[in-house]
């Protein structure tokens, strides 16, 4: 995963959300929340020797 | 910015402390990167993107007005880093296992980032409940150059962990355990 990307989209966030522009702010949100949890995913590789 | 045309609250100057306290462990993660010279793991960054993720829901307060799906997503965000610090927390967890970078006060920073994570939902719950109160309490008259700063100081943030993230890691996937910026190394 382009971990790049992630900050990438945040830093549309900020910027849209500073030029007043709220519905894409909101699109681009949603947007990064999707691509962390993706890549969370993608990394959780290692599997955990524990059990509760 | 839509703020100018309500009056500003002491829920908004909550609101901006808010992301000012996302801030921080933002900020900290920099010093000990820039200062300490530790790399961050691609766990380590995510948590980061949690965190600024949380930290969106008051910077909408902020800038779009006072929204209860804005408490939602400081909520969501805070939630998502708390699992991804827990899953680093557990793979560090087994006796006789020193962590990953440094501790600070006797914690690892995935550990602190679970605290914070925590400590940002028990924030949050208290500010919606006197979010109700808001209506009654007289308008406080926040200069709005002080919201403009705020959100340039965190777009500064993102910028900086941005081009970090570009020198570290390049276009593709970060390594697992970094110890040199893959883009300055050539």
Redesign the interface.
Known sequence: ????L???I??G???T??T?K?KT??IL?AA??IV??L??IH??T?P???SF | ??TKTHPTTFVHLVNIVGLLGVCVPLVVAFYYQLVMDELPC??C??QR??L??AG?GF??NV??GLRNLHYG?VI??SV?TG??AS?QV??H??PGDTGYGSAFLGLHFYTWSLVTSVVIIVATAVVLAISDMNASIRPLNIPPALF?IV??G??LL??A??VS??LE?G????ADNPIIYELLSK
Request: hydrophobic fraction near 65%.
């Open positions: 995963m382009f971990m790049f992630l900050f990438f945040a830093l966030v900020v910027l959300a500073i007043g709220d702010s909101y949100w990064l929340l962390t949890v890549s969370f990394h959780v290692d955990l020797n524990l | 910015m839509k691609p766990l960054l995510l993107i949690g600024i993720i969106f910077l909408f800038y779009f997503m969501i965000g998502l699992i991804m899953r557990f793979l967890i087994m403009r959100g340039w965190f777009l993102i910028a962990n941005l993230t570009v890691c276009g593709g996937q970060c």
